[in-house]
């Protein structure tokens, strides 16, 4: 599962590349909304004052224009990293978060003690945050995102972004951990106890932290004595009322538990 995922995000990373590679002849040509950038300075503080100065303005298409010649006529100067980092801000200003992806993680390899690492990372998991659908769909970009919160708390547990790093984790979280107890609502419904059996344990292994965990180990009571597992029932039924004693379910399951035969 693991190696799988790393290959997708690969797969992600290279995609992502090759959208830069072709929007750039398009960033330079005078068709669409964009015209070029403006900049003729050789100084590229004064250049970077100039892009700056568009993206503060919120004159993003500019912007993108002016930091992408920044990367190409100034790639060793003091203010590329900085550059950079804008230019991936432009693109996330215009909802365009494939492209800031790019942005941000040649950032990160390519300028490591950069200053902007520690913010580069934290919009790298926003970027992700914001391509994650809603929980019915393919969540590739929700683990994508999850991964690079982790990342970005451990690196930088004292952040300013710390705080609402854990909150938008535990929000993506909660939208796997929906994800499966439903896929496991369908199965029981459909008497199929077996598959529910295996998704309410998929959720209990991988999202005991989330506010869905109790759902699902109720659901996997339900099912236990159905099936008349009754000391497995009994088993999971004292782990509900020692992890979950404030849990909405935690009278049924009592209920449950005084009707199981001796």
Do not use: W
Not at 11 to 26: D, E, R
Not at 37 to 61: R, V
Not at 139 to 152: D, L, M, P, V
């Amino acid at each position: 599962m693991r190696k799988n995922f790393r290959k997708d995000r690969g797969l992600f990373k290279n995609l992502a590349a090759i959208a830069v590679l072709i929007s750039v002849p398009l960033i330079f040509s005078s068709c669409g909304s964009s015209k070029g950038s403006g900049i003729i300075t050789d100084d590229p503080e004064k250049a970077y004052f100039i892009a700056k100065s568009h993206y503060d303005k919120q004159d993003y298409l500019e912007s993108i224009d002016d930091f992408n010649l920044i990367k190409l006529r100034f790639s060793g100067s003091s203010i590329i990293d900085k550059a950079a980092y804008y230019l991936g801000m432009s693109y996330y200003k215009r909802e365009e978060y494939i492209l800031a992806v790019y942005e941000f993680e040649n950032l990160l390899k390519s300028y490591p003690a950069s200053t902007f690492t520690e913010d580069s990372r934290y919009m790298l998991a926003m970027c992700y945050y914001n391509l994650s659908p809603r929980y019915n769909l393919d969540q590739t970009y929700t683990r994508y995102a999850i991964s690079e919160f982790q990342n970005f708390i451990e690196l930088y547990p004292k952040s300013r972004n710390a705080g609402e790093a854990e909150k938008k984790l535990n929000e993506l979280k909660n939208k796997l951990a929906y994800k499966i107890l439903k896929s496991a609502e369908l199965y029981y419904k459909m008497d199929n106890y077996k598959s529910a059996i295996i998704y309410y344990d998929n959720l209990l292994e991988e999202f005991f932290d989330t506010d869905y965990a109790d759902d699902a180990l109720y659901g996997k009571i339900q099912v236990l004595i159905i099936k008349k597992k009754y000391e497995d029932a009994k088993k999971e039924i004292e782990r509900f009322e020692k992890k979950f004693s404030s849990s909405p379910f935690i009278s049924k399951v009592k209920s449950i538990k005084s009707q199981i035969p001796a």
